[in-house]
């Protein structure tokens, strides 16, 4: 079961039975006398920069590879001469691989300590950078992107299930403001991608985006190597994601669920495939998809350990409410982030660093919510504030064309960038509330992954609106969609009674 978003961040049921326990009692000298301090501290004794800098540094590497590239893409494609629906493949091919990558991670942070898993990340990063930096064409550039997408995915919930670990060791819950720093690292450097992914591109050409990811990985792997504590792996419970076999506490390659696994990324593959090129919609995929959806429920529902536990999601309909409304708005603010950056450099004829500095009040504005969000207890009103946001700035497109002004483009993208931080804090919060017990790391890969699926669906709607340029009516369709998903968005969170309660 899930727990009560009312809760503490970290309720203490989460500790095994007497370990570690003065009394005997892990609820009872796990109650929150020192949550509430730590909670109003924010990184108080315990959760000091030792830990939370090398998390942070690895928590900005996806966000900052996914933004970077929006204000590249143009100059991309003219040095390999192909249009936005072949560029859009170095968007969809990074967020395939995290889609499968980030629950996998998730998983092997969860049963081999995520310390390692944090430390192996950082290498892959590294090594894909390097492919980027001299690809000798398009197909190379995408197979550094699907290594980025896989490298990058171990930091978010490798660091969620840490913490965790770390929060039932000291006997301290993790303090909200502790989480919202991991989603200012993420929100801060998706902020800066595109106003530094121009600037590179401008200065030192469209490979330097590919090159800084040595330096930043090199990083955090020696300040993870020296600071991280070193943690055992968890233990689920029995009604975690890995109910059977988990009790015990055997930690097989078996129960990782490869096969599990590569049907997964065969179904997710399968259906981009078909997303990519909905201009002319190659219809036997859908067919071969329906197929391989049907073979890993069959899979998923036999396995004692699965890589989806499908029942889980079935039962805990909170958390998957929750997946879905992060998917679906981050469909709109990544249709937004690339597709308007495209528009910008396209329609309005501005240079990739102009377009960079323009896309920078959406950054801006997200970070700032961001910090709001992780100081805010409710998760019910900021994800209701979140979507009539998202309503506000599709109009704001509906109303824009080549000739509207730098400012109002400026606020345009503002307005998307506020309830990108709303959703991220609140929605990241209730994960951690409603991840079942010694599955941090997986519920967290989750999560990631509806987020990467809305981006995966978004750069298939870009290809389709704009096709090899983007135009004022492209953009204009691109706001009517992002309007309907905003409707939808604010249902599904004013009809979801386990948030009633949380938006004080």
């Not at 959760?47 to 143009?74: E, K, Y």
């Not at 050409?205 to 020296?226: E, K, M, Q």
């Not at 109002?408 to 609140?426: E, K, V």
């Amino acid at each position: 079961m899930s727990r009560s978003l009312d809760e503490p961040v970290d309720e203490p049921r989460d500790a095994p039975h007497g370990r570690n326990s003065p009394t005997g009692n892990p609820a009872a000298d796990h109650r929150p006398t020192g949550g509430a301090a730590a909670g109003s501290a924010g990184t108080t004794a315990g959760f000091g920069p030792r830990l939370i800098v090398p998390l942070m540094l690895g928590a900005v590497l996806n966000p900052i590879n996914s933004t970077m590239i929006a204000t590249t893409l143009v100059a991309i494609g003219g040095s390999f001469h192909v249009g936005a629906a072949d560029t859009a493949w170095l968007v969809s091919s990074l967020y395939l691989a995290s889609a499968v990558a980030q629950p996998t991670m998730g998983r092997l942070a969860d049963r081999l300590g995520p310390r390692r898993v944090f430390l192996t990340g950082l290498l892959v990063v590294a090594a894909a950078g390097l492919v980027g930096t001299v690809a000798p064409s398009l197909a190379w550039l995408i197979v550094s992107r699907v290594l980025l997408g896989v490298g990058t995915s171990a930091a978010y919930p490798a660091a969620m299930a840490l913490l965790r670990a770390h929060s039932q060791r000291i006997g301290v819950p993790t303090p909200r403001p502790v989480l919202g720093l991991l989603s200012l690292a993420g929100l801060s450097s998706a902020a800066v991608g595109p106003v530094l992914g121009g600037v590179l591109a401008a200065t030192l050409g469209w490979r330097a985006v590919f090159a800084v990811n040595l330096p930043l990985a090199l990083l955090g792997f020696v300040l993870a190597a020296l600071w991280l504590p070193r943690t055992p792996p968890a233990k689920p419970a029995a009604a975690g994601f890995a109910a059977a076999g988990a009790a015990a506490g055997n930690a097989r390659p078996s129960s990782l669920d490869p096969v599990g696994i590569a049907l997964f990324a065969a179904l997710l593959t399968s259906l981009m495939l078909f997303l990519m090129r909905l201009a002319a919609p190659p219809w036997p995929l859908l067919p071969v998809a329906a197929v391989l959806g049907g073979v890993l429920a069959w899979w998923e529902l036999r396995r004692p350990a699965p890589f989806l536990d499908l029942r889980m999601l079935a039962r805990n309909r909170p958390l998957s409410l929750t997946y879905l409304r992060h998917g679906m708005t981050y469909l709109v603010v990544y249709c937004v982030m690339y597709g308007y950056a495209q528009w910008l450099e396209d329609a309005h004829g501005y240079s990739s660093a102009t377009a960079g500095l323009l896309m920078l009040p959406m950054s801006v504005a997200a970070m700032a919510t961001s910090l709001l969000g992780a100081r805010t207890k409710g998760i019910r009103a900021p994800l209701i504030t979140a979507a009539v946001l998202l309503l506000g700035g599709s109009g704001l497109l509906l109303a824009a064309g080549h000739t509207t002004p730098a400012v109002a483009l400026g606020a345009a993208g503002a307005l998307f960038g506020l309830p990108q931080g709303l959703t991220s804090t609140a929605n990241q919060a209730a994960v951690y509330a409603q991840a079942p017990s010694g599955e941090t790391g997986s519920a967290a890969g989750l999560q990631r992954t509806s987020q990467y699926l809305g981006a995966i669906t978004a750069a298939s709607l870009i290809g389709l609106f704009y096709g090899r340029r983007a135009t004022d009516a492209g953009l204009h369709e691109m706001a009517l969609t992002s309007a309907g998903l905003g409707v939808v968005v604010l249902v599904l969170t004013v009809a979801d009674r386990s948030l009633r309660g949380t938006g004080r």
